[in-house]
């Protein structure tokens, strides 16, 4: 099992700027790819930013430019750095992990509240 429990959710005005922080525990070592997600009220769970094991990013074309994406194997977080938010950005923020067997591990998600 993997245990994911994210961090750094909260409120900011358009322009500013959030770091969420994913905390990984339990059988990580088959963990290839990492993600976040996110979920804004009353649409689907999307892709923001993915990581690999050898630390390959891609990110969505929303937050290309925008988001960072990176990873600290000492400390086993993923974190994503948030710049320039928007309104749009608001939504659930939840930490991925895929393993080798293609199992997929969620934390219970941080939410991002961004106002204009």
């Known amino acids: 099992q993997v245990q994911l429990v994210e961090s750094g959710g909260g409120s900011v005005q358009a322009g500013g700027s959030l770091r969420l922080s994913c905390a990984a525990s339990?059988?990580?070592?088959?963990?290839?790819?990492w993600g976040w997600y996110r979920q804004a009220p009353g649409k689907q769970r999307e892709l923001v930013a993915t990581?690999?094991?050898?630390?390959?990013?891609n990110s969505a074309d929303s937050v290309k430019g925008r988001f960072t994406v990176s990873r600290d194997n000492a400390m086993n977080t993923v974190d994503l750095q948030m710049n320039s938010l928007k309104p749009e950005d608001t939504a659930v923020y939840y930490c991925?992990?895929?393993?080798?067997?293609?199992?997929?591990?969620w934390g219970k998600g941080t939410l991002v509240t961004v106002s204009s």
């Open positions: 991925n992990a895929r393993n080798i067997f293609r199992r997929e591990y």
């Open positions: 339990g059988s990580i070592f088959g963990i290839n790819t």
């Open positions: 990581i690999t094991s050898g630390g390959t990013t």
